[in-house]
């Protein structure tokens, strides 16, 4: 018996490992892509305010979906929007250092989050954690 009972406590600490890292959502992975392809538009400097202010808007859906589940990540998102809205702002006032500034300052909440959040699996494969 005791034995039995010493298999099923070890059995119950380990399922929160097995459930610690899932697969990112479909909409989750869109979002994801449709970041970096905004981001890659505005360090093209492809119509930067305007990609910028979908930028922006898009972190907004993000943090709507990290903000249950995560501070660390609810505060990168409100991060990556101001510095998206200030990247439009530089982008329309021919601000470069602006934009270049705030681009980096993007980067920086996106790496946040990532390193609390973001588990490579395989090369392109990555799990939430």
Request: charged residues 25%; contains cysteine.
């Amino acid at each position: 018996m005791r034995m039995h009972t010493l298999f099923l406590s070890l059995a119950l600490c380990a399922v929160p490992a097995v459930f610690a890292a899932e697969d990112p959502s479909p909409q989750h992975v869109k979002w994801m892509k449709d970041t970096e392809d905004l981001q890659h538009k505005i360090r093209d400097g492809q119509d930067v305010a305007a990609n910028a202010k979908s930028l922006a808007a898009l972190y907004k859906d993000i943090e709507a979906y990290w903000g249950k589940k995560s501070e660390v990540a609810a505060k990168s998102c409100k991060d990556s929007q101001a510095a998206a809205t200030a990247v439009a702002t530089a982008a329309a006032a021919n601000d470069a250092a602006g934009v270049a500034s705030n681009r980096k300052l993007i980067g920086g909440a996106c790496r946040t989050c990532h390193d609390q959040h973001r588990e490579k699996v395989s090369e392109g494969v990555y799990k939430i954690k």
